[in-house]
Antibody
């Protein structure tokens, strides 16, 4: 059974960089044509898709976040990562990693999520 | 961006009732719609994709229908374990994937 697990800094100061990693087990990030995604949810609010990466390294980002976001992939470690620069309090959220099937843009496996708080 | 509007924002029903949640898209998304269930403190779980396809392992009391701009999620015979917030998501307008605002389902 595929499992995803987020890890990273839970508290980030304003204007600094948020860094998270999603470890994948029970499967490979090198699998054919699956995409590996980041999605976030501010406390008490709805879901926002951040972006994804394919095993080829090709990335797509939500245009509203594109200028601040980088997603990368480590095939040897079987994980993928998110970096978001210049964070503000509005970036406080639970961050989820998730997988999407080939040629589809819905999410069939999710990590449990990790809360990132932006505060000085 | 395509706006996804869910109604109602919350619903209270008795065990065994049928519950229907509506999701409207601001423009046509064909059948590129998914439904998720999110229980408190947990990650969303995929229930339905392609508007009406049941994800493996999801109970058959859940069903989805619709196309274009109007979609419904139906829970036949509500069970206590169905207490959750339900979200729709459009998968038509990539890379501008968007979710609905959520519908909270409670037991009366």
């Amino acid at each position: 059974q595929l499992q995803l697990q987020e890890s990273g800094s839970g508290l980030v100061k304003p204007s600094q960089t948020l860094s998270l990693t999603c470890a994948v087990s029970g499967g490979s990030v090198n699998s054919d044509n699956y995409s590996w995604n980041w999605i976030r949810q501010p406390p008490g609010k709805g879901l926002e898709w951040i972006g994804y990466i394919y095993r080829s390294g090709r990335t797509y980002y939500n245009p509203s976040l594109k200028s601040r976001v980088t997603i990368s992939l480590d095939l040897s470690e079987n994980h993928f990562s998110l970096k978001m620069t210049s964070v503000t309090a509005a970036d406080t959220a639970v961050y989820f990693c998730a997988r999407a099937p080939p040629s589809d843009y819905y999410f069939d496996f999710w990590g449990q999520g990790t809360l990132v708080t932006v505060s000085s | 961006d395509i706006q996804m509007t869910q109604s109602p924002s919350s619903v209270s029903a008795s065990v065994g009732d049928r519950v229907t949640i509506t999701c409207r898209a601001s423009e046509s998304i064909s059948r590129w719609l998914a439904w998720y269930q999110q229980k408190a403190g947990t990650a969303p779980k995929l229930l339905i994709y392609g508007a009406s396809r049941l994800q493996t392992g999801v109970p058959s009391r859940f069903s989805g229908s619709g196309s274009g701009t109007e979609f419904t999620l139906t829970i036949d015979s509500l069970q206590p374990e169905d207490i959750a917030t339900y979200y729709c998501q459009q998968a038509n307008s990539f890379p501008r994937l968007t979710f609905g605002g959520g519908t909270k389902v409670e037991i009366k």
